[in-house]
């Protein structure tokens, strides 16, 4: 069973960076595509960003972003670490949520939770205006 572990949220104040981590211990994540989702307070849980399956042929990028945070965050993979990263730059106060990573088995990310068969516990992110 994949279980999945974030880390890294905090609370920043506008502007500010974090860097959230999603790891797994004992599985290799290569092979799955991973997704960022989060949630607010009284709102529904919504993608943010993902990375397709490690290795996969696909046309142009194998990442991609929700519109709301385009350029200014970043999703990449340390295979080496077996961690996969969300870089969060110029963050706002809209941003606040619970931040999870999930992995599913398509080998073309969708930000879409039908896609993603485990979950994370989740990580709080928190900005300040």
């Known amino acids: 069973q994949l279980q999945l572990v974030e880390s890294g949220g905090g609370l920043v104040q506008f502007g500010e960076s974090l860097r959230l981590s999603c790891t797994a211990s004992?599985?290799?994540?290569?092979?799955?595509?991973i997704g960022w989702f989060r949630q607010a307070p009284g709102k529904e849980r919504e993608g943010v960003s993902c990375i397709s399956r490690a290795g996969a042929h696909i046309p142009g990028d194998s990442t991609k972003y929700h519109d709301s945070v385009k350029g200014r965050f970043t999703i990449d993979r340390d295979n080496a670490n077996n961690t996969v990263y969300l870089q969060m730059n110029g963050l706002k106060p809209e941003d606040t949520a619970v931040y999870y990573c999930?992995?599913?088995?398509?080998?073309?990310?969708?930000?879409?939770?039908?896609?993603?068969?485990?979950w994370g516990q989740g990580t709080q992110v928190t900005v300040s205006s």
């Open positions: 004992g599985i290799r994540l290569d092979p799955y595509t």
């Open positions: 999930a992995a599913g088995r398509w080998a073309i990310c969708q930000i879409h939770e039908s896609d993603y068969d485990y």
